[in-house]
């Protein structure tokens, strides 16, 4: 069975920064271009960013508003996606799912308050 | 950036009607790469759609997409119960992968 499980998430005050995890299990992820998808409370779906896997270049594309914040990267040996989130804003509190089509992770609410 | 937009904003509809839901985009979306996903209260999402006309797997055969360069349609052919969601379609032709504002289908 696929399952993608994200950790990391938690409070953090404006300014600061976190490390989202996702734990891939159930099929190869390193062939797998993976991306992270936000949603803040009662909003819709955001698109955060993708990186591709290694075989392709392992390059990465980023949001707008993420470019320059966070950083996507995998760890193909542990199976593991990661989002390093620094400088964080009160607009960024959202459930952060990751995702490797067509299967999403249940996701990790980030709160980001002072 | 594309823009996506999704319409109506709500649908209010009976088990058993058919279900029609525009997505719009502000420029062509190459290559017709145009999701669609559900997503229920506390869930993640649910990929529907991919390829603007391709099932996923496991989908049920009510669900169906169309469309091509910058007008898409999802057609739910006759609501069964559990389709009461919110529904949203995403383009994956052009960085950022952007996603419409979703379409909430209720119960009448």
């Known amino acids: 069975e696929v399952q993608l499980v994200e950790s990391g998430g938690g409070l953090v005050k404006p300014g600061g920064s976190l490390r989202l995890s996702c734990a891939v299990s159930g099929f190869t992820s390193s062939n797998a271009w993976m991306s992270w998808v936000r949603q803040a409370p009662g909003k819709g779906l955001e698109w955060v960013g993708r990186i591709k896997s290694k075989t392709d270049g392992g390059t990465t594309e980023y949001a707008a508003p993420m470019q320059g914040r966070f950083t996507i990267s995998r760890d193909d040996s542990k199976n593991t996606l990661y989002l390093q989130m620094n400088s964080l804003k009160t607009e960024d509190t959202a459930v952060y799912y990751c995702t490797a089509l067509p299967n999403w992770g249940q996701g990790t609410l980030v709160t980001v308050s002072s | 950036e594309i823009v996506l937009t999704q319409s109506p904003g709500t649908l ?32 993640a999402p649910r990929l529907l759609i991919y390829g603007a006309s391709s099932r996923a797997t496991g989908i049920p055969d009510r669900f169906s997409g169309s469309g091509s360069g910058t007008d898409f349609t999802l057609t739910i052919s006759r609501l069964e119960p559990e389709d009461f969601a919110v529904y949203y379609c995403q383009q994956y032709g052009s960085s950022p992968f952007t996603f419409g504002p979703g379409t909430t289908v209720d119960i009448k």
């Open chain 2, 12 to 43: 209010s509809l009976s088990p058993g009607e058919r279900a029609t839901l525009s997505c719009r985009a502000s420029q062509s979306v190459s290559s017709s790469f145009l999701a669609w996903y559900q997503q229920k209260p506390g869930q």
